[in-house]
């Protein structure tokens, strides 16, 4: 069994890691995270996916904990501006179909279309977040009682089956603090240093890292948390890096940090994506400022129109905040774990972050790390990496196959970069796939068939949101009575309503959370 694990790098990547191990086994594993003084984390990483509950939950963290600390904000959609044409709007929400009759209710908009707007027909999340309604009440419980659930036993990723409504936003530097506080609380070495060297054994595996102040740092497993750099796996073990630039475009950030006064401005509960020119702007609301950045195409875009794109697009509130730019390797290492270390986050591969992938690709990578944990036999622990590896690239290949589906079934062409989206080679299997969805919309049987964080129904919202791949409907359809679909859309109606009507606004609610005096609670006040 592995006893001794040495983590290099800190960051959302190095600390989620440090302290879930550190809740999987307790004292029986040591722990060393050495980061360095002089290398800034890159701070975008924002923005998740409902997943991420597990993780908070496996640590024993209540959110009501940390989240005052981290500027945290709810998140239940993707709200996309501008993707099928300039002005249009649609939400890939947190929340599954309802079915009828056997069908679920998208398949009953695309034969029925009470209104344009499937998402608003189909789901309550998307009025909820037209309202920037909070998914929770300001006693604490959530807007659907049937996802509320007791603690009886940690779960992971893989065992979820519901989809809980709401992700988070935090700022990702403040997390990393609050996770070190928790970490190094519970027993974990805290080491501020520079790995200035990594030696390798005769076996070719990891001997130790050695640091410019405290010497070598050895252990039983390495793990790369270096993000892009990876120091570990690609440059010291020399593991070949997969890369996916042929199927998706964008290689470059840029970023900003927005100083806004949210009680004016106001909280919508949904990360939004606006489609530009050469490739599309995050907007993330936080409790105390606005999370902005521009994902783009070098081959479209040179950094200084980047950075002026999305400068015009924040306006006057952009004016004094400093731009940080980054450079972003799309694709996968062949192997995640190589000999005796195993790379996760960035040093493994980043997909295009436009759902919000990488704190989940983050979870993923360390939860199969605790179930395949080495045992110190060389044969055993060879199937644990084989195991390991084969699950970590069918996530990161199902993920890049499903961020390739936005830019094909996407109705822009009016430029160039748009219309280089749909003759770009597309993955394997995908393209069969897209044939089957233009017949009939996807379901658990038709989309890419291994596990990645994604569900059939993220899949009909993309498609039918986006609106360049023709859709027909399901022959079946008109041969059946549709008055039960036609009584679920009104019910979808009322209930969305009544909802907006009863609960807080985002703003309202984590003012309150933050325990603002009342007459500061409501958005269009100030503070």
């Not at 006064?261 to 106001?266: I, K, L, P, Y």
């Not at 003759?423 to 044939?435: Q, W």
Request: charged share 25%; with cysteine.
């Amino acid at each position: 069994m592995a006893r001794s694990v040495v983590i290099v790098g800190g960051g959302t990547a190095g600390w989620m890691t440090a302290t879930y191990l550190t809740a999987a086994f307790g004292d029986r594993v040591s722990v060393t995270l050495v980061e360095s003084k002089n290398v800034p984390a890159l701070g975008v990483g924002e923005a998740t996916f409902s997943t991420i509950r597990h993780f908070f939950d496996y640590l024993g963290l209540d959110e009501r904990e940390w989240m005052p600390e981290c500027h945290g904000t709810y998140k239940t959609a993707v709200r996309f501006e501008g993707w099928r044409k300039p002005g249009h709007v649609f939400y890939h929400p947190f929340e599954r179909n309802r079915v009828v009759d056997g069908f679920p209710l998208t398949d009953w908009w695309v034969q029925k279309q009470p209104t344009e707007a499937f998402d608003r027909d189909s789901f309550l999340i998307a009025s909820m977040c037209d309202a920037e309604s909070s998914p929770r009440y300001l006693d604490g419980s959530l807007f659907d009682s049937t996802f509320e659930r007791g603690a009886e036993h940690r779960s992971t990723l893989t065992e979820q089956n519901t989809q809980f409504p709401y992700a988070y936003h935090f700022d990702a530097a403040l997390l990393a603090k609050f996770l070190t506080r928790y970490g190094v609380a519970r027993g974990v070495r805290h080491v501020l240093d520079d790995v200035v060297d990594v030696t390798l054994d005769d076996t070719g595996a990891i001997a130790h890292v050695r640091t410019r102040e405290n010497g070598d740092l050895s252990g039983d497993l390495f793990i790369d948390c270096t993000g892009f750099r990876s120091v570990l796996v690609n440059k010291a073990l020399e593991e070949p890096f997969i890369s996916f630039q042929k199927h998706l475009p964008n290689d470059s950030a840029v970023a900003l940090r927005v100083p806004v006064d949210m009680a004016t401005h106001g909280i919508r509960p949904a990360t939004t994506a606006t489609a530009t020119d050469a490739g599309w702007i995050w907007t993330i609301p936080l409790f105390a400022r606005l999370g902005t950045g521009y994902v783009y195409a070098s081959e479209y875009s040179t950094s200084d129109e980047a950075e002026r794109t999305l400068r015009e697009h924040v306006g006057p509130a952009a004016e004094n905040a400093t731009a940080n730019h980054i450079r972003m390797r799309i694709g996968r290492s062949r192997r995640a774990w190589v000999k005796n270390c195993v790379a996760i986050g960035l040093s493994n591969g980043f997909v295009e972050p436009l759902e919000s992938t990488g704190i989940f690709i983050i979870q993923n990578g360390i939860e199969q790390l605790v179930k395949n944990f080495p045992v110190g036999q060389e044969a055993t622990d060879e199937e644990l990496r084989h195991a390991y590896n084969r699950q970590a690239a069918h996530v990161m290949d199902g993920l890049r196959e499903f961020m390739v589906l936005h830019w094909y079934a996407s109705g822009r062409t009016d430029n160039q970069y748009w219309r280089d989206t749909k003759t770009r080679e597309i993955p394997d299997g995908l393209a069969e796939r897209l044939e089957q969805w233009k017949v009939k919309l996807p379901d658990q049987e038709s989309i890419y068939p291994h596990y990645h964080g994604f569900e059939s129904y993220s899949y009909r919202a993309v498609i039918l949101g986006m609106g360049g791949l023709p859709v027909r409907p399901l022959p079946a359809l008109g041969l059946l009575d549709g008055t039960a679909a036609d009584r679920e859309f009104r019910l979808v109606a009322e209930q969305a309503a009544a909802l907006v009507a009863k609960l807080p606004t985002q703003y309202e609610y984590f003012a309150h959370l933050h325990g603002l005096p009342p007459a500061q609670r409501k958005a269009g006040t100030t503070r």
